[in-house]
């Protein structure tokens, strides 16, 4: 009964989302902030919830599809479409790999590598003008105060027991560290917050979307300047940033810092029809630091073991981390094989596949010592091998040497800041995933952010191209 009572809301929403498939796209970022709340309030925490945002990308798919045929669109092209090609190809043909014990291992990959990948193109075609790119990005970015405000009550409210305030039972609610001060040595565990999403680092990943966002609007002009909209963005950023600290993601935290950076030494503006970059203004660059030495402040004052605690990440990082990295490299490589394990053989979900338990048991030893799965690099070259490692990352450079093409091409666009964030951004969830965890790109909420927004940074140039046409035509 409880069945055939959803079929009555699916059917509604096929039809909004078949009139419109640009109201898909924001439907399925609104259930981005409520997927997680949802699945914590009921019991078990079903994961079949999660299928819902797959049902609204699949309607949004077949709208847009639709929509290219009834208005006879031409298909973006992309420049780096013969490596996207040959990623999609070679991904789909390893699903039927001789090493994977079970046809369903690829098909669970699959959502992780592909599913989400057409959502670049939805991007692309989002938007035609500039004033609803910023007013969407706008409101995408303020979402980081109610975020933060959220895990705030989080901070306080943790030991409750409410399950609103609770991440997801199978996920880590606490991660362990250890920092030395005056010598001592002092370890423990810090509570991973996520706000209103399930797991702490999809947080903290949503909100370095956010925070990126945040920097390149905050550098965009606007038709009517506004202390207030300047304010609002100011607030945001820093609750974004405020919150991938409390979410104790050290990876994320050390990620944005390093971001940061890279933004101000990259963006620009103009003054006196000449492009000035922003480190070049001193009055900024002051501005800037006491930004950041004010929020330390307040860290230090209000939560000084989590600030350390952070900051210690880059201590491990050149001490511990990167030579365990470059061990795990290693041994991925000696251990490959020339077509790897198979598509999906390592993905999320496989321990719910009939017999995937058992797979798993019998390649301990390969997976543990030969890959050391904690990385992405290892994960490719395990599922996809030598070729596909090959494949995958020489896809990613042709994206982002692109992108970065792109980006000289809106040298005299408003939207270069935002797209300098959103290349940012993506190559620091790339960073992240090859070098730290490989789970970056097996989370739909961190596939769904990053697909899309590649499509609207290669959609930039088509609007600042339709913008100065329609001032031609005024």
């Not at 500039?130 to 980081?144: N, T």
């Not at 999403?197 to 550098?219: E, K, N, P, T």
């Not at 789970?439 to 940074?457: R, Y």
Request: glycine share 8%; proline share 2%.
């Amino acid at each position: 009964m409880i069945y055939l009572l959803a079929i009555i809301p699916a059917i509604v929403l096929a039809a909004v989302i078949f009139s419109r498939w640009r109201l898909g796209v924001i439907l399925v970022f609104v259930w981005l902030f409520l997927e997680d709340v949802i699945r914590r309030l009921i019991p078990g925490q079903p994961q079949q919830i999660m299928l819902i945002k797959d049902f609204l990308i699949a309607l949004t798919y077949f709208s847009f599809l639709l929509w290219l045929i009834f208005k006879n669109k031409k298909i973006w092209k992309p420049a780096f479409g013969i490596m996207l090609f040959l990623f999609a190809a070679y991904t789909l043909i390893n699903v039927f790999n001789l090493n994977s014990s079970s046809l369903l291992f690829g098909l669970i990959g699959l959502r992780g590598y592909l599913w989400y990948l057409p959502l670049m193109f939805l991007g692309y075609y989002m938007f035609d003008k500039e004033e609803k790119l910023l007013k969407f990005c706008r409101i995408l970015a303020i979402s980081a105060i109610p975020l933060f405000l959220f895990v705030i009550f989080q901070y306080f409210f943790y030991n409750t027991g409410w399950l609103l305030v609770r991440p997801f039972g199978e996920a880590v609610p606490f991660h362990s560290f250890q920092m030395f001060i005056n010598s001592t040595s002092i370890s423990g565990d810090m509570l991973l917050f996520s706000s209103v999403f399930g797991v702490g680092h999809r947080f903290s990943r949503f909100a370095m979307l956010l925070f990126f966002l945040g920097l390149g609007l905050l550098a965009t002009k606007y038709p009517v300047s506004s202390k207030k909209r300047k304010f609002v963005l100011l607030m945001s950023i820093f609750s974004a940033f405020l919150g991938i600290f409390l979410s104790s993601a050290r990876t994320a935290f050390a990620l944005t810092l390093g971001g940061a950076v890279l933004f101000l030494v990259f963006a620009t503006y103009r003054k006196d029809t000449k492009i000035h970059y922003f480190w070049q203004n001193k009055r900024l660059l002051i501005l800037s630091l006491i930004s950041v030495a004010l929020l330390f402040l307040l860290a230090f004052l209000f939560l000084g073991n989590r600030i350390l605690f952070q900051v210690s990440v880059f201590n491990d990082a050149f001490k511990e981390r990167i030579p365990w990295v470059l061990d795990g490299f290693k041994s991925a490589l000696v251990n490959s094989k020339f077509f790897g394990m198979g598509t999906g053989t390592f993905s999320q979900g496989i321990f719910n596949i009939p017999g995937g338990t058992d797979w798993v048991n019998q390649n301990q030893e390969l997976i543990t010592t030969g890959f050391r799965f904690e990385t992405g690099f290892g994960r490719i070259i395990f599922e996809l091998g030598i070729l596909g490692a090959v494949i995958f990352f020489l896809f990613w450079i042709s994206l982002f040497y692109h992108m970065k093409k792109e980006l000289k091409l809106l040298n005299n666009s408003n939207l270069r800041n935002l797209g300098l964030g959103i290349l940012i951004f993506s190559f620091l969830m790339i960073f992240w995933f090859v070098f730290v965890h490989h789970q970056v790109l097996g989370d739909a909420t961190t596939l769904v952010i990053l697909w899309f927004f590649l499509g609207v940074f290669f959609g930039l140039n088509k609007i600042t191209k339709h913008e100065l046409k329609g001032d031609g035509g005024n």
